[in-house]
Each structure stands twice: as structure tokens, then as C-alpha cells.
């Protein structure tokens, strides 16, 4: 059981950069997976990024070269890092866990707007 909370979304033009949070309630260290997930008015929640326990990350292809998915263990924290914003990134991300495979957790989202 974890309970998420996404914070850093915001207003930012084209070419500009954010910096996602995800706070959990307890210690992420043992979480089989983390990552983000983002929904566009009218379009299905799509897979951002993915990091596993044992490292490794993966990443839509969109947003390959321009996203990073990172943890602090110490703040039980996973961020993820957004530059080279497009329009097109424009969505309510969501933080999620799944631990064990199969159990899903989410955060409440936070509004990522890229506009000029």
C-alpha cells in the first residue's frame, strides 16, 4: 500500500523545461516498478516513463531524449525530469506504482501545460 503525490506541474512555453514530483507514503526502495503516465483531454492515459527496482528505465517514444525518470530513496521520491517541452506534452501526468505486478497505484495527476 502507497499512497502518491505528484507536485511541479505548471505553465511553460515551448523549448522550456519542469521538474515532476511524485511523493509516496513510504519507503520506495522495495516498489517492483514506478513511473509517469500522462492523459490529454479525449485520449487514453499513455505510458511516459517506467523505472524497475533493478534500474532500469524505459520510455515512450516520444519523449525519448527529452525525459528522464529518476529516484531518491532518501525522499521516497521519483522525479521526472521534462526538457525540451512540446505542445504535444501538454496532459495531466500521473505518477503510478505496481507492487506486486498487478497492483496498481495512482496519483492524482498534475497539469502539465506547453504553450507559447
Known amino acids: 500500500q502507497v499512497q502518491l503525490v505528484e507536485s511541479g506541474g505548471g505553465l511553460v512555453q515551448p523549448g522550456g523545461s519542469l521538474r515532476l514530483s511524485c511523493a509516496a507514503s513510504?519507503?520506495?526502495?522495495?516498489?517492483?516498478?514506478m513511473g509517469w503516465f500522462r492523459q490529454a483531454p479525449g485520449k487514453e492515459r499513455e505510458l511516459v516513463a517506467r523505472?524497475?527496482?533493478?534500474?532500469?528505465?524505459n520510455y515512450a517514444d516520444l519523449v525519448k531524449g527529452r525525459f528522464t525518470i529518476s529516484r531518491d530513496y532518501a525522499k521516497n521520491t521519483v522525479y521526472l525530469q521534462m526538457n525540451s517541452l512540446k505542445p504535444e506534452d501538454t496532459a495531466v501526468y500521473y505518477c503510478n506504482a505496481e507492487d506486486p505486478p498487478g497492483v496498481v497505484y495512482w496519483g492524482q495527476g498534475t497539469q502539465v501545460t506547453v504553450s507559447s
Open positions: 513510504r519507503s520506495i526502495f522495495s516498489i517492483n516498478v
Open positions: 523505472i524497475y527496482r533493478g534500474g532500469i528505465v
